[in-house]
């Protein structure tokens, strides 16, 4: 299949941002609304009704590829065709605003209070990771790794334990 024959294959899509979101692996994530070109360019006059919880229309896509995204911002991309969630994120364009002001606006409120929890599940995550007495061992173990030889190690371990329990 030549260059041009692959570059025919692809398909424009419209993705509608709604949300950030946490993906099943723990990584973040943002929920799109797909729509066809054409579903778009009838928004603009008289924009739908948008069902979040549509699964044939709503999908997942990690952020690395859209960190300044925000709830109603509408890209539009090629895909590998019009149902895949296989797109092409070097070919994003941005189209502008959703045209329903409400809309957007309670899923941008929606996106600002999502993203509070998430970056406090994270921190709370980190934060009992947190181990003092590992943190105040570590050089002794920095130490340890470093030392050569089994008899050199048992020394310094037997040094440690007497040191602590004398």
């Known amino acids: 299949m030549t260059a041009e024959a692959k570059i ?3 398909v424009k899509l419209v993705l509608v941002c709604l949300r950030h979101t946490e993906t099943t692996g723990g990584k973040r994530g943002i929920v799109f609304y797909r729509l066809s070109p054409a579903e778009w360019a009838a928004a603009q ?3 739908p009704e948008v069902d979040q919880e549509d699964t044939d229309r709503a999908c997942v896509f990690l952020d690395k590829n859209w960190k300044h995204t925000s709830a109603g911002q509408v890209f539009e991309v090629e895909s590998t065709d019009d149902v895949s969630t296989t797109i092409y994120p070097s070919t994003q364009r941005y189209l502008g605003l959703w045209p329903d002001e409400d809309a957007r606006r309670a899923w941008r409120l929606f996106d600002e ?3 509070v929890d998430m970056e406090l599940a994270a921190r709370q995550k980190r934060e009992a990771k947190d181990d003092p007495v590992a943190d105040a061992l570590a050089p002794l173990r920095d130490q340890y790794r470093r030392t050569i030889g ?3 190690r048992a ?3 037997a040094r440690i334990i007497q040191y602590v329990t004398g």
């Open 45 to 47: 006059k008289d924009p």
């Open 8 to 10: 025919a294959d692809k």
């Open 150 to 152: 089994g008899v050199r």
């Open 155 to 157: 020394a310094l371990l």
């Open 113 to 115: 209070t999502n993203k």
